[in-house]
Structures are given as structure tokens and as C-alpha cells.
């Protein structure tokens, strides 16, 4: 079984950020493959605390717990520093870059899109 980490880098989209995360959610559940989500916020002026509070510890009670909202750490906050911080901190055999304006509806994970391996 493969270890997916899947991004979705975060800025001022809250609620089409919250409809991609439970669509990857979704698919997630139904993966072979073991998926951890994690959130970066790329500095949102509002939005990152109504998300992970109204969001991310309603979904953690449920039965997927595998997703993480980080604040992105880097001195410049865009798509490019959220996917080096997730690749510094986190390890997988595959990184999955997700956009917060994506939304899938089939429930499966497929990988057309290999941006980084160990």
C-alpha cells in the first residue's frame, strides 16, 4: 500500500476549500492507498480559523483523522513553499498537489500525476 500525502494549499478559500477536502475525503476512505491530508494556509487574511475549527475537528471526530491544517511556515506564501514545506516535514511515496477549487465526485483516488517520489 502506497503512502499519499495529499496538499491543498489554502488562500481566502474557505468554503470551496471545504468542498474539495470532502471530496478528497471521500475518495480517501475508499482508497487502497493510505492518504493523510494536509491543509496549508497560505496567509489567508480570514477563513483558516472558521476552516479548521468549523471543518477540520468536525471531520477528525469522525472516521477519517488523517488530515492537518498547518500555517505555511515560509517568509513567501504561495502554491510552490506549501508543497516544499509538506516535502521537508512529511514523508510518502507519492505527493498528491490538490488545488482548493478541485472537487471530485466518483470516490476514487487516481494518480495521474506524479510530482514527487522517494
Given at each position: 500500500?502506497?503512502k ?20 478528497l475525503?471521500?475518495a480517501a476512505?475508499?482508497?487502497i ?5 494536509v491543509v496549508i ?6 477563513g483558516?480559523?472558521s476552516?479548521?475549527?468549523n471543518t ?8 477519517f ?6 500555517k505555511?511556515d515560509?517568509?513567501?506564501?504561495f ?17 498528491l498537489?490538490w488545488?482548493?477549487?478541485i ?5 476514487k483516488i487516481?494518480?495521474n500525476?506524479?510530482i514527487?517520489?522517494?
Amino acid at each position: 500500500m502506497s503512502k499519499i500525502i495529499a496538499v491543498i494549499p489554502h488562500y481566502n478559500t474557505c468554503m470551496w476549500t471545504q468542498t474539495s477536502t470532502y471530496c478528497l475525503i471521500n475518495a480517501a476512505k475508499e482508497s487502497i492507498h493510505d492518504v493523510e491530508i494536509v491543509v496549508i494556509d497560505n496567509a489567508s487574511d480570514s477563513g483558516r480559523r472558521s476552516f479548521k475549527s468549523n471543518t477540520i475537528n468536525s471531520i477528525a471526530t469522525k472516521d477519517f483523522s488523517n488530515i492537518t491544517v498547518l500555517k505555511n511556515d515560509r517568509p513567501i506564501k504561495f502554491q510552490g513553499t506549501a508543497l516544499d514545506m509538506v516535502v521537508q516535514y512529511y514523508d510518502a511515496d507519492y505527493l498528491l498537489c490538490w488545488e482548493s477549487d478541485i472537487a471530485i465526485f466518483d470516490n476514487k483516488i487516481q494518480i495521474n500525476y506524479i510530482i514527487y517520489s522517494n
